[in-house]
């Protein structure tokens, strides 16, 4: 796979190990005849390992032999998230350090959830770019104060806490961009 056909979400053979592309950026030359610059900041797939990648337009890597499946959580105990195949039902289990950082997002009835497979086994999860979560605390809104677009910490069901519009009240659904934990808009 060429350099410039690697978008997000790839997974490629980088050192003899799979890595998620999470981020591009190109960096056009600015001399005649230079070559373009691709960096890409990916994570390996197993260790969670951040990793730096520059290439030139007509360097390539390989595709990593890989899956995706869709899943849903089944429950999260002391150590483990356990989740459900979609396709055969049959259950994986990953650690809870493995997935940290995407547990404040995943909810039971969170559908476009994937896990990730390498070599038949369960090594990750890949989040929808969006989720819908319910606020479940946050300070009521003080009247007058709509003229300017000022914000307040809301905690949402999942513990996960974000700075939302004063308006939003408890109880609300929100949207949430995964990738930044960033308040996008009302549902």
Do not use: W
């Amino acid at each position: 796979m060429l350099a410039k056909e690697i978008k997000p979400g790839s997974v490629v053979n980088y050192g003899d190990a799979p890595i998620i592309i999470e981020t591009v950026n190109v960096q056009s030359p600015s001399a005649r005849g230079a070559a373009t610059l691709y960096k890409f900041r990916g994570r390996h797939l197993v260790t969670g390992q951040k990793t730096d990648i520059t290439l030139k337009g007509t360097e390539s890597l390989d595709e990593a032999d890989f899956e995706r499946r869709a899943v849903n959580l089944m429950y999260a105990d002391a150590t483990h998230v356990h989740l459900l195949d979609q396709t055969d039902f049959n259950q994986h289990s990953l650690t809870l350090e493995e997935v940290a950082d995407q547990m404040p997002y995943v909810t039971e009835s969170l559908q476009g959830m994937m896990a990730l497979f390498y070599n038949g086994e369960c090594v990750g999860l890949q989040l929808p770019l969006t989720v819908e979560l319910t606020i479940t605390e946050c300070d009521p809104a003080v009247r007058g104060n709509s003229a300017t677009s000022r914000t307040k910490p809301a905690t949402l069901e999942t513990g996960l806490i974000v700075q939302v519009p004063e308006y939003l009240k408890q109880g609300e659904r929100i949207k949430v961009d995964t990738r930044t934990g960033d308040f996008l808009s009302r549902v």
